[in-house]
Structures are given as C-alpha cells and as structure tokens.
C-alpha cells in the first residue's frame, strides 16, 4: 500500500492511540483516586477520602473486634481541629499516639469511618531524613 | 577532623568546576594539554571524594558525636555493621556516597583504555564534570555531612526497621544503578557535543548501563525481600513512591537495552536511543529526589526539605540543556534506514519500548499526580494500588508475550506464513499449560491465567532457542553437547544472557502472578488450643512465650502446622518490643514450601492479655519463584556484561581504518 | 585541628600538582592539537560501521537459519538485500580508501 510513508510514524502513532485509550478506559471505569486531606479540612466532606494525620490519644478499643477508636489531627500548621476515627483491620506496627498515619474512609456522623485494613504509617524510615524535632522535643 | 572532611569536599567541587570548564575549553579549542588536565582533574577528584568518605566512616566508626550526622544517625550501642550503613542512612551521607560513586564510574570511565572512541572522551569529561559539581556543591553548601556541634553523651540511634542486613546491600545498590546510568548520559551527551553520533559511544556505554541496570533489578529485589520478610505485612511491593523511584530508571533503562540493538543492526531509532538515556538519567535523579528530600504526598514538605528545590532545579537544567543538544544535532540523527514492516524484530523491540515507556509514565503519573492535583485542584488526590495493578497488567502482559516473541521473528520483514512454523510449538505449549491450568482451577483470575499461558509461551520460545542453537552448534563441530552448548553461549554473550534475563523475568512473573492472583487469606482470632483452616492447612495456637533479649522483649506464638494428614512442624510468629526506641515490629513466621515454592505466612496482629492471639494467615503459591527470579537474573546479566575480547579487537581494528591511531 | 588543616592544604598541593601534570610534562610540546576525525575520516568511520552491521546481520542471518529460527521463505528474501548492502558497504570503502591513499601521496 502507501509504501512511501513511513510504518514507523503509523505504528508510533497507533501505539499512542492504544495508549491513550488504555488511559481513557481505567479513568472511566475506576475514576480517580481519593483526595487527601488534612483533619481541618475534612468538616462537611461526603464521599470516599483519603485521611492523613498525627495520631491523638487516647487510643481504646480493639481493631479486630469493634474497632479502634481514636483522633487524628493535622501534621502541619496551628490547627486545634481533631476528627474522631474508627478502625477496623489490621494495625501497621508503627502506629501509636504521635504517628503520622493515613487512612481511607468516610465521614459519618462525626466519625471518620475508614475502611478496615486501609492504615498506613507514614514510616519514618526510608531514609527520609529525621526531622530534628522529633527526638529531642 | 571534619576540617579535612570539609577542605576535601571543597577541593572536589574546584576540581569540577575546574573539569567543567577547561573541559570544554579543551574540546572546543583542540587543545591536547589542557584534555588531559581536565581529565585528572576528573579523576583527582576522586580521589578527593574517597578521603572525604573515610573521614566521614571513621567519624562513624569511632562514634565521634560531634560530627553533627554521626549523632544523629547511630548510638554507642549501634552493632558495627549498622554504623557502617549509617553512612547512607541519612540525606548527607547518601549524598555523599552518590558523589564517591559518581566520580569513581567517571574516573573509571574516562581513563579505561577506549583508544578507540578518545576524540568522544574529551566531550565526556565535561559532562561528568557538569554532574559531580552539582552534587559537590550541594554537599559544601547545602547539606554537608560535615557539620559540627557540641557532643552529646550518645547519638539519636537507628530506627530499627533499618537495623537489618538487608540495608547494609538494598541501598547500595540502588545508588550503584541511579549514579551507573550517568555514564551512557554522559557518553550520549559527550556524542551529542562532539558531532560523533556514530554507534561508538553506544558500544563504550553497554557494559556501563547493564551493570547500572542490573544493580538497580537485584537492588529492588532485595528491597521487595526485606519488605516480605521484615516489615510483615504479607506483601513484596506496595507502589510505594520510593519504590517506584527505583522502578522507573530501570524500566526506562530496560527500554534502552533493547532498542539499542536496533541501532546497532539497523543503524535505526537514533534520536529515540538518545532520548531514552536522557529519560533513564532523569528519572534516576529525580528517584534520588524522590527519596531523599520527602516529597512525596505533599508539596508541603517540599519547602521544608533543604534540598529539595536545588535539585529540581538541576534536572530541570539537565532536561532542558540535553533536550536542546538533541534537537541542534537532529540533522546529524537522521538514520539511512526505515522500519519495513511492522511485522519484524525491530518492530516488535519497537512495540517493547512503546509498552515499557507507557508503563513508566503511567507509573510516573502516579508518583506525581497528588503533587500534580495539589497544585491544579487544590486538595491532593492519591491514586491507590488498584491504579498501579492495572496498568502493570495492560502493560505489563503484552510485554511478557512480546518477550517470547520478538527475538525470535525476522529482522525487516517477516512472513506471516514464516510466523506461522516459527510459533507453532510456543503457542501449543502455552494452549496446553492454558487449558491445563484452567482444569486445574486457574480460571479464578483471568490476568493470572493469561500471565501463565503468556509465560509458557515464553519458556517454550528460550527453550527452543537454546536447543536448536546448541544442536546447530554441534553440527557445526563441536566435540560434544556441552561444549555446543558453551560455545552458543560464549559466541554470543548477549543474546543468550539476554534469554537467561527473560527466563527470570517470566519467573519473577508466575512468581507475582501466583502470589496476588491465586493467593488466599485467613483472619482469625485464636485462644490457646483453638485452630483454624486455611486452603489445605491447618493451624494449631499451642503456646505464647516471651524472653527477653539485650534490646528487646519478644513475644512469640507458636502454631502448629499440618497438611492433610502430614505433620509440618511448628511456626513462631510474634513481636518484638524495643525497650529503647519504644518501638513495637511484627516478626512473621514463614514456611516455605521448597518443592512447591508456596508459602505460609504468618502474622500475629494482636496479641491480647489474656494470651489470645488474633492471627493473620496467607497462602502464597509460587512466592518463591520471585526470589530465584533474582539469582537467575544475575547469573542472565553476568554473562551478558562478561567481557568480549573479540569485539574488543574488532572496535580497535574498525577505529584504526578509520583513522584513529591506536595510542591512548 | 592543625594536623588536619595541614592535611587539607596538602591535598589541595596535590590536586593542583596533577592537574598541572600534562603542563609540566611536555612544557613545549611538538604539538598540542587533539586528534580529530576530519569528514574523510568520519565517513570512513560510518562505512565501517555499515560493513559491519551488514556482515554481522549475514553471519547472524546463516546462523538463525541454520538453527531453523528464520524459515527458508524470510531467509531466501533476505540474504539478497544484506549481501548487496554488504557489498556497496565494501565498494564505497574500497573507493574511499582509493581516495584517501590518494591524498596521503599528495602530501
């Protein structure tokens, strides 16, 4: 056929396509991910969030039978505002009063409910370096 | 003596900026002399590096507090080893050992005896220079390891997920392959410069780039280990965005790898090759980025970190500088030849390299995208696992049969009716482990399902590669069978490394594909005495036990465990409580299963006062098949880099025809 | 302190001792020019490279057929194109080369 053009621009600009289509198809049908949010930010929200916090005590409860019940407020700025959590589901190690964690969840009635098994610790590790507060204060 | 630590750091950024610019200056001008100084300069600065680095050790090793990182990285009772990993623990020392390495590759690059490609080297030395100045500038002026205080009475300690064997090898690694894949930049760029954009600068980067490639594929993997056996979650890999740093060099690399060969035979993809370095180098700074200054989910900490804007603006500058070298050069890129057919080898490398460079954008559009989202909507948007798995599937599988199929379709133009015998056995055997594994139940999981029959289809095309090439060999003289299958391999290094690489490839794949399609999971609270079931397994709670060891208090459950009626022993799964970092870690018990490759795994989530035990238990079919995948990987990449004297002998002869005199 | 800004003031003697080292060697040297590949040469250099790929693809050509990985048909319909490449590869050099002694005799 059209042995002049060159296949290299016809497949190249096929394979975009099917990339792009690709893209458009998990868009679609999964949507996008959850917004992160602060505890001060999350008043009136509806809706699936992603929650990310500095644990508040006291923690009570059992995660594996009625779930855990504790606060989250913000990492960052001045903030007073704590938001009240219940967890069901498996507990990272790292979790404890202090922690920076996340949890996927919704608001109910006051109660961030999250989803069972969503808790990450933002760990510490990872080379991230240590903030120079942390151990000292 | 941090005075030394410091001086020796200053001398190292004079000794780039003096590289850099005489560098250029030397190749611009022609001027022989002055190369050559640009060149020890490169490689004094080496030197300077290393002695900086022992003082920075030794301060670690004698415990000297005052040295501001050392307090803040280790403690008096920090056991030898770890203080040694310390020195990449932290942002400083990391730095640090990014410049040593980055210097050490130049030094060893620039002055290896390359007599065939020394008017590509003067342009090389610039580059390495441009590079190491960025990093010895950041150490003197932004984050130096050297900083001092008044010793405190013990340092701050190691958090203990770090204190593992693994961390004394993963990072290493990791930084081996990030700093490796400075060379082919350098060399692309150092071509670019020069005008030689003919293939030598691509022969003098292989060996470079595959030792890159393969120290960040092991450096991974060993990560995905420590993850499965130490942070006992019951998962290797967690699209996490330090992960994925690593990921997306080696994934762009990987593209590099192969289309490379196009070049080499088809004299094609010119500017393509180009810019997949420049993307491989990008992307390997901006994973040092990415795990070294805490930007991760938030733009927030991004301000906090001191590095952070120096080094997005150093590849934006990287970026930019390398992308306008491309586009001036463009007329010296133009390739004398066309892709014939898009049935064919180079389109099947091509179709490879399209899939492999999606996958790392979508991948690199998910690392960014809460940055991305922040900035554009205002609130940041976290894209979870699911996005990830499904991409790695839509990539990721027609990836895995274009293995089995690109290297063994004709180079140009290849007949369908060709393609036809070609593959006929490959696609009976994938049909057969299809329909076989779909009797056996394998139907539960559709991307599991097709992994596999993929798979099979790559393992029958390396199998009959391997046959055939051996047999033609034998034909051909060989006295025996081992030695026709010697010389196929020693003929030709990487062709046949390269099939050893795609047989661990497609184990790492039935490895993965077992292990989170086909697994199962188990929660149960238990007391002592109770059991439960899960898959064929039964698991008894016996006995819950605490002993107390130097550092810790270790609480440990211990299961019995059957199979059937078989008796397999009991399992130990528990926590240890660090009394000094007040830190609590979940140690999971394991059992491998050594001639399946399944595991049971573990975790006791809750241990409660009264001695019950809320247990978290998998099946992990095949888990192990991705442990071996990297021993097979490194044994594929070895032979592959080992080194070819005959193609050696071959360059020199071509460059001396040429009119390179064989002098260094 | 002291010890280790002698130390430091060593190093950096050093350093600039190296890098003057090409300098100090050949103060006045016959001639400081880098070799350089002129265009005569450049091209050569790319003829090589063609004549390789060419003979490369051939060898690997016999070989895949010998092995039955490329079928009588794909193997008959290349071997002609790679041996003519093969050959204009070897022709022009054999004429560059020509061209090139030439120019060595006029000097």
Known sequence: MARNASPARLVIALSVAGVLAVFLLYTSIAGGGNPSLAPSELAGRKGAVQLAGLVVGPVRGDAHDGGLRFKLKDINGDSRTTVAVLYAGSVPDLFKVGRHIVVDGELKRGTFVAEPGSMITKCPSKYAPKQSGDESA | MPELGRAALLVTL?????????????????????????????????????IASVVLLAALLRNDFSFTYVARS???????????????????????????????????????????????????????????????????????????????????????????????????????????????????????????????????????????????????????????????????????????????????????????????????????????????????????????????????????????????????????????????????????????????????????????????????????????????????????RSYYDFFLRAFGLPLLLLMGIGPLIAWRKASLRSLLTTFR?????????????????????????????????VIATIVMEFARGTRARRALGAPSWPAAFGSLISRNRRRYGGYVVHASIVMLAIGVAGSSAFDSVAEAKLARGESMRIGSYTLVYRSLDERTVSNATEIRATLGVTRGDRDLGTLEAGK???????????????????????DLFVIAEQIDRDGSVYFRVFVKPLVNLIWIAGLVFLLGSVITLWPDRREQRRLVARASEAGIPATP | MTLALLLAAALAVACVVVVALPFLREPEPESDVLVELDEDERRRLELLEARDRALASLKELEFEHRTGTTSDEDYRDQIGPLRREAALALQALRRESGKGRLDDARN
């Open chain 2, 14 to 50: 004079g000794l780039s900026v003096y590289a850099l610019v005489a560098g250029v200056a030397a190749a611009h001008l022609g001027r022989r002399r002055l190369a050559r100084s640009a060149r020890n300069a490169l490689i004094a600065s080496f030197a300077t590096t290393a």
């Open chain 2, 425 to 457: 056995w490959p696609t009976f055997a994938a049909l057969a482990a299809g329909v076989t594994l779909l009797l056996l139940g394998a139907g539960s999981s559709l991307p599991g399902l097709v992994a596999y029959t993929f798979s099979a289809f």
């Open chain 2, 576 to 598: 240890n409580a660090y009394t000094v970092e007040d830190q609590v870690s979940n140690e999971v018990g394991i059992r491998s299963d050594k001639l399946t490759g399944e």
């Open chain 2, 74 to 384: 280790t403690s008096e009772a920090l056991p030898t080893a770890y203080t040694i990993s310390a020195f990449w623990g932290g942002q400083e020392g990391s730095l640090l050992l990014w410049l040593s390495m980055l210097t050490a590759f130049g030094a060893a690059a620039v002055s290896l005896n390359r007599s065939w490609a020394k008017d590509l080297i003067v342009w090389v030395v610039p580059v390495f220079a441009a590079v190491s100045t960025f990093f010895a500038f950041l150490l003197v002026a932004v984050a130096s390891p050297f900083a001092t205080q008044a010793a405190p009475a013990d340092g701050f300690g190691m958090t203990p997920s770090l204190q593992n064997p693994y961390m004394l090898a993963h990072p290493p690694l990791l930084y081996l392959g990030y700093v490796g894949l400075t060379v082919p930049f350098a060399f692309a760029m150092g071509a670019l410069l020069s005008g030689k954009l003919d293939e030598r600068w691509l022969i003098a980067t292989r060996r470079w780039t595959l030792f890159a490639w393969a120290g960040l594929g092991i450096g991974q993997l060993l990560g995905s280990h420590w993850a499965y056996v130490e942070v006992g979650w019951g998962g290797y890999y967690a699209w996490d965005p330090v992960e994925n740093a690593a990921l997306m060099p080696w994934l762009a690399a990987t593209a590099f790898l192969h289309s490379v060969m196009i070049q080499e035979r088809r004299g094609m993809l010119k500017v393509w090759n180009v810019l997949l370095v420049i993307l491989a180098f990008s992307l390997s700074l901006f994973g040092t980025f990415l795990t070294r200054s805490g930007v991760v989910n938030s733009i927030h900490s991004f301000t906090q970190s001191s590095i952070g804007p120096w080094f997005l603006t150093f590849i934006v500058v990287v970026v930019a500088a390398s992308l306008a070298l491309v586009f001036w050069r463009l007329p010296r890129l133009r390739s004398p030849t066309k892709l014939e057919s898009p049935i064919s080898r180079e389109a099947a490398f091509l179709y490879n390299n399209l899939l492999l460079l999606a996958l790392t954008l979508a991948i690199f559009w998910g690392v960014v995208y809460p940055m991305v989202s922040e900035v554009v909507r205002g609130e940041a948007v976290v894209l979870g």
